[in-house]
């Protein structure tokens, strides 16, 4: 009884101490403060085994069709290289300075499989830069963006330019084609 007393009052002190500390303002939250190594290691088991179990199940696609890879490098080139670089590409300035750093998805994207790589892409990690693009993009989009992971550790600077500017090319032509249906449809 007097064993049990004793934890009560140390787990009590133990919860007060920290509420003192959350309050203090001690702890640095500032991206250029980085954590201890213990905090790094609880961080990475935890975020790791989440990945794992919510990946869990998800069924994968046909990935290597040629025009899925397309659509998923303009997805790609659009919202990610931004903070992930990629081939010989840099990340924007801005991307620099963000803690955790976003890896090379060229480099350290294949650590992961692809029902993992689209459970990370669809809805984010918490606490760190990386955005869920779930909210505002269907699973059908997300998926040629996976796609394009699989080509792109393999990718040369060359390759990743000329797929740019074909974008570019292709994304010029129905546009204009566009606008010209519009205005027939309108008059
Ligand atoms: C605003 C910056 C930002 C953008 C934009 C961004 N990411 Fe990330 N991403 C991050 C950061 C930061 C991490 C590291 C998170 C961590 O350490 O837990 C990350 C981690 C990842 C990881 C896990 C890699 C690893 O080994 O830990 C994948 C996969 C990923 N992002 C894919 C994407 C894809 C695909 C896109 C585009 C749809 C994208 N990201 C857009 C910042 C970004």
Known sequence: MKILIVIIII??????????????????????????ALTLKIIEVTKDNSIRKHAAGIEVPELTDSAMIAEGFAHFDEMCVICHGAAGIGKD??????????????????EWTAPELFWITKHGIKLTGMPAIGDVHSDEEIWPIIAFLQVLPEMTYQEYMSMRQTGEQESAEPEEENSEDHGSHTH
């Open 11 to 36: 787990l009590a002190l133990a919860v007060g101490l920290f509420i003192i500390f959350m309050n203090s303002g001690i702890y640095n939250v500032a991206a250029t403060s980085e954590h201890g």
């Open 93 to 110: 300035a801005f991307a620099i300075g963000l803690y955790p750093e976003a890896p090379s998805l060229a480099e350290e994207g294949d």
